[in-house]
């Protein structure tokens, strides 16, 4: 899910895949209530696939944990088959997420939260650790991905002189015809967590929601770096749906960290490719017919 670039940046692919461990240190009756509702909140879009119970015991490491050593973290997300590990715990007052990427074993994202210390750990576990899992989702900087045009067979189709795509939103009826989108890459640095104020999120290409059929939006596309960028996967976010994320779950969590935005420099109108795409015919046929041409003349 992490791949290294050649300027010791780390980038971001689709997450989709989740495993999330029993509360580690938290004998209190409502853990496992809090353990659930954290599952039905990663799971209520269809954004992810959360690992079941019965499959996590069956593969036997249904088990509370916390501190993962990269290696560990590895061979967990095998057993599993999951692209992200998320563990919590009570250490005294405070209660601990963590995130982690299943492939590297790197430390996706973490936060810490006080509890309150005149109310009772069980009467507050729920509420916190449901927070912090929206704070989690917040800090994910894309809502959904590009996905292949099942009729036409490729991920960008040309109708009309303009290019639409197919992007997966999940059950999310706030994204609407009229909305923007943006494809986006999402980069960071080692040395900490990837989703933090070392993130940095770049606009490769941008366009706009014209159609909502079920769990994918199809958008036309505007504006782009390169018709390369647009592919399978390709990780898709809706600024209308960001802000409304902020507005729900950052006057929970203040913890929550976006990271910094870009455009990219390259990036020019949808339109400019098919202006190329008509020279470079032009041209050919130009030299198609020239060739003709001295081929009559002898």
Do not use: C
């Not at 770096?225 to 996967?233: G, I, P, S, W």
């Amino acid at each position: 899910m992490l791949s290294i670039t050649a300027h010791a940046e780390v980038k971001h692919s689709l997450l989709r895949r989740v495993a999330v461990f029993p509360i580690a240190e938290a004998n209190v009756s409502t853990s496992e209530e809090a353990w659930w509702q954290m599952r039905e909140n990663l799971t209520k879009d269809q954004r992810f696939f959360v690992a079941s119970r019965r499959f996590m015991i069956n593969r036997g490491v249904f088990q509370p944990r916390k501190v993962l050593k990269p290696a560990d973290v590895i061979i967990l997300a095998k057993i599993l088959d999951a692209q992200a590990l998320v563990v919590s715990y009570l250490q005294d007052r405070k209660f601990m997420m963590k995130v982690y990427d299943g492939e590297n074993g790197y430390l996706l994202w973490e936060t810490t939260t006080e509890l309150h210390p005149a109310i009772s750990v069980a009467d507050q576990l729920i509420r916190v650790s449901t927070q912090m899992i929206n704070s989690f989702v917040l800090a994910i900087p894309y809502q959904g991905f590009q996905v292949i045009d099942e009729l036409v067979g490729k991920p960008v189709r040309e109708q009309d002189q303009k290019k639409y795509a197919d992007v997966f939103i999940g059950n999310n009826r706030k994204i609407e015809v009229g909305d923007s989108a943006q494809w986006v890459e999402v980069t960071s640095d080692l040395g900490k967590a990837f989703f933090s104020d070392s993130t940095r999120v770049t606009v490769i290409a941008e366009g706009q929601v014209v159609e909502v059929k079920g769990d994918r939006a199809v958008i036309e596309i505007e504006k782009m770096r390169d018709m390369d960028d647009l592919k399978e996967n390709a990780l898709v976010r809706f600024p209308s749906e960001v802000r409304r994320l902020k507005d729900l779950y950052v006057s929970e969590d203040r913890s929550s960290n976006l990271g910094a935005e870009y455009l990219s420099g390259e990036i020019k109108d949808a339109a400019d490719f098919n202006k190329d795409h008509d020279k470079t015919s032009t041209a050919l046929a130009w030299i198609v017919n020239m060739a003709g041409f001295i081929l009559l003349a002898f």
